[in-house]
């Protein structure tokens, strides 16, 4: 027995895969007309993915931005607390951001299972082999993360921890903010803040006056 036998019989295909595979025979007439269309939504299908790795990238330079920006202000902060405004502000418009990440994944990964399960139905009902659809059955259907695991999945790991970092930071710079922001005594006055002292009335004199050239007391001594 060669070697190559003595492999096939160590991993025997899948009948289901093979069933797949090789489609129903069709005419070659209905088949050429149905590859043009069918090339096209596959080619559709590609170019939504390099949207989605654009996307991606655009997202992750945004939240570079961000984390420069608030690594920034967080070592200008030293007790003073006048970065926290910014921090607090930065890290809630990188909540939203996150946000708006994972929501754009979630619209891609259900927009791509709806190509994908078209381009399964073309194979299976117009075309005389069905290439993606036995890849799918190979690979368990997405129901055994031992044979697939989702690579949007993956991607929408990144937008989270990014989301948790935000989280924290806006958490802990509002607390700090409103700490400060109850513990600002009142404001002094002008003068007292210029270094000035305030000048108070004097009180008025008590005891006898000086008698005056012109009262009696003074002729008495001419």
């Known amino acids: 027995m060669s070697q190559t036998q003595a492999k096939s019989n160590e991993n025997p295909i899948n009948p289901s895969i093979e069933c797949a595979l090789l489609s129903t025979s069709r005419p070659e007439e209905a088949v050429n007309g149905v590859i043009e269309i069918y090339s ?29 920006g608030l690594g920034v202000l967080l070592k200008d902060y030293e007790g003073n607390g006048v970065a926290l405004p910014g921090v607090l502000l930065a890290s809630i418009a990188g909540v939203l ?30 075309l005389p082999m069905a290439p993606f659809y036995a890849e799918w059955i190979a690979l368990g259907q997405g129901e055994d993360p ?5 690579f949007s999945r993956t991607q929408r790991a990144i937008p989270t921890v ?16 409103t700490r400060q922001f109850l513990n600002t005594p009142p404001p002094a006055p002008e003068a007292a803040l210029a270094g000035e002292a305030v000048p108070q009335p004097s009180p008025p004199a008590i005891g006898l006056a000086e008698p005056t050239p012109d009262s009696p007391h003074s002729r008495g001594r001419r």
């Open 40 to 68: 096209m939504y596959v080619d559709s299908m590609e170019k939504s993915v390099q949207r989605r790795d654009q996307a991606g990238r655009f997202f992750i330079s945004i939240n570079a931005l961000f984390v420069a």
């Open 97 to 126: 951001i996150s946000v708006t990440w994972i929501r754009t994944l979630y619209y891609f990964t259900k927009f791509h299972k709806s190509k994908f399960d078209v381009i399964h139905l073309i194979e299976r009902r117009s």
């Open 146 to 150: 031992k044979k697939y695991v989702p």
């Open 162 to 177: 990014f989301l948790i970092i935000y989280l924290i930071l806006a958490l802990g710079s509002g607390i700090l903010t």
